[in-house]
């Protein structure tokens, strides 16, 4: 099960996962950024959104293991 986490300490909102990966992420009220939704992730767009990410605040794990971020 892949597990999408975002570091509310670093994320400074730009907003670059949420265009990446509009499915998955999204800018909330406060300036940081929430997963919506894990299971219609497309892993691509997931990776974009890491490598697009200026504080590097994204991690995503399967089954407890770093993939990436
Ligand atoms: S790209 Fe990174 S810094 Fe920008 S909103 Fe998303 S998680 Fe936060």
Do not use: H, K, Y
Not at 24 to 42: C, I, M, N, P, S
Request: glycine share 10%.
């Amino acid at each position: 099960m892949l597990d999408i986490r975002i570091d509310r300490e670093s994320c400074m909102g730009s907003g670059n996962c949420a265009f990446w990966a509009p499915e998955v992420f999204e800018v909330a009220d406060d300036g940081v950024a929430v997963v919506l939704d894990v299971e219609d992730a497309r892993l691509e767009d997931v990776r974009r959104a890491v490598d697009g990410c200026p504080t590097q605040s994204i991690s995503v794990w399967s089954d407890g293991v770093l993939l990436g971020g």
